[in-house]
C-alpha cells in the first residue's frame, strides 16, 4: 500500500522559515516524480513545485526563490523547505506522485500538514 | 503558463440526477487533463486521467471526455457520496494549473 505522511507544519511569523517533510512507503522517490500542492483556507488547489526522479526541479512564479523541494533517496522522503513565508504562504500542504503515465495524473497524496503564517 | 476555466463554480443537483462539468483551458493542452474529487477535511481524489480514463477503483457513473482545450466531467446518476468539490489539471507542462473547482451540492 502507497502512503505519503506529510509533517512539519505549524504557526509561524512573516519572514520565517520552515521545512515540511513527505514521508513516502509503497514507492521509492528515486524513481518516481513527486510534486507539492496547496490550498488556501477555503480555495482551490495550487501547484507549487516538481522534483523529478533525477533530481531536477521546478517550482510556481508566486514561491519561486523562497521554497526549495528537495528530496532523500535513503530516507524515501521528500522535503520543502519554505523560505521568507509571507501571509499568503498559509494552506495546507499536500504531497502527491505524479504518476509515469498516461495524463501524468497525480494518484497518490498525502493527509496534508497545514501551514499558518501570521503575526 | 496554462489558465483552466472550470464550470459552473457551484451546482445544486439531486440524487440519481446526471450532471456536467466543464473545464477549458487557455490553449491546447492535448488529452494532458485529469479530474478530482475533493471532500471537506481530506486530500484530493483521482477520478479521471488522460481526460477520459477512470483510475482504478473509481464508480463507472464517473466518465471524462475531451481533448485539445474543451473537456468535460459528467456523473450519471448521482449518489450521495458524489456531493464534493471538483478539480479539473492540466499535466502538459509546468507550472501546472488546476480549475478554480465546482462545489457539487445537494438541492
Known sequence: EVQLVESGGGLIQPGGSLRLSCVV??????????NWVRQAPGKGLEWVSIIYSGGSTRYADSVKGRLIISKDNSK?????????LKVEDTAVYYCAREADSSGYPFDHWGQGTRVTVSS | ?????????????????????????????????????????????????????????????????????????????????D?????????FGTP??????TKLEIK
Open chain 1, 76 to 84: 524515501n522522503t521528500v522535503y520543502l523547505e519554505m523560505n521568507s
Open chain 1, 25 to 34: 512507503s509503497g514507492l521509492t522517490v528515486s524513481d518516481n516524480y513527486m
Open chain 2, 96 to 101: 501546472y494549473s488546476f480549475g478554480q473547482g
Open chain 2, 1 to 81: 503558463d496554462i489558465p483552466l476555466t472550470q464550470s459552473p463554480s457551484s451546482l445544486s443537483a439531486s440524487v440519481g440526477d446526471r450532471v456536467t462539468i466543464t473545464c477549458r483551458a487557455s490553449q491546447t493542452i492535448s488529452n494532458y487533463l485529469n479530474w478530482y474529487q475533493q471532500k471537506p477535511g481530506k486530500a484530493p481524489k483521482l477520478l479521471i486521467y488522460a481526460a477520459s480514463n477512470l483510475q482504478s477503483g473509481v464508480p463507472s457513473r464517473f466518465s471524462g471526455s475531451g481533448s485539445g482545450t474543451d473537456f468535460t466531467l459528467t456523473i450519471t446518476s448521482l449518489q450521495p457520496e
Open chain 2, 83 to 91: 456531493f464534493a468539490t471538483y478539480f479539473c489539471q492540466q499535466s
